[in-house]
């Protein structure tokens, strides 16, 4: 476990570089940032490491600043990495742009098992294309889409029943 809740990425980009390089060579096989001002020019360095690790399983992104953007840049890294399995999402201002972006991977990544969304920004437009991404997807066990602005809950519900994932809404 490399726990740096709070406390990386606050020197600037030679920080960062040497976190990069100590990632790729580590054998780590969870990651939490939880808490750390990543925001979204910083967060294109961390999808490049994910995309390149073949160790971590437990990615920890919560209350990072990343919004839409950040999101998207996880999103394409999770395209080719297979071995995350637990990815936590939790307040980062994620829309219904970075709920897009997530259905995408959902609908190719044969990996992630635990999704959490909490305390998003979420709407009932984005809750509708990661429903849509749960019927083509077989892997993912536990859906945390709390404390979002969906106001239509039935189709979601109904989908996660059917497919047996474990959702909090």
């Not at 995350?84 to 219904?96: A, E, T």
């Not at 979002?148 to 809404?169: P, V």
């Amino acid at each position: 476990l490399m726990d740096y809740t709070n406390r990386i990425l606050k020197n600037g980009s030679m920080q960062l570089q040497e976190f990069a390089i100590s990632v790729l060579t580590s054998k780590m096989k969870s990651l939490n940032l939880q808490g750390n001002p990543i925001g979204n020019e910083r967060v294109i360095s961390i999808g490049e490491m994910v995309k390149l690790n073949s160790s971590i399983y437990d990615l920890n992104l919560q209350d990072t600043l990343i919004g839409n953007e950040g999101v998207a840049c996880i999103v394409e890294a999770l395209k080719l990495n297979t071995t995350v399995k637990n990815l936590n999402l939790q307040g980062n201002k994620i829309g219904n742009e970075g709920a897009t972006s997530i259905a995408g991977v959902l609908n190719l990544n044969s990996t992630l098992e635990n999704l959490n969304l909490k305390n998003n920004q979420i709407e009932d437009q984005g809750a509708t294309s990661i429903v849509e991404a749960l019927k083509l997807n077989s892997t993912l066990k536990n859906l945390n889409i709390q404390d979002n602005k969906i106001q239509t809950r039935t189709s979601m519900e109904l989908i996660c029943k059917t497919k047996s994932i474990h959702l909090e809404l």
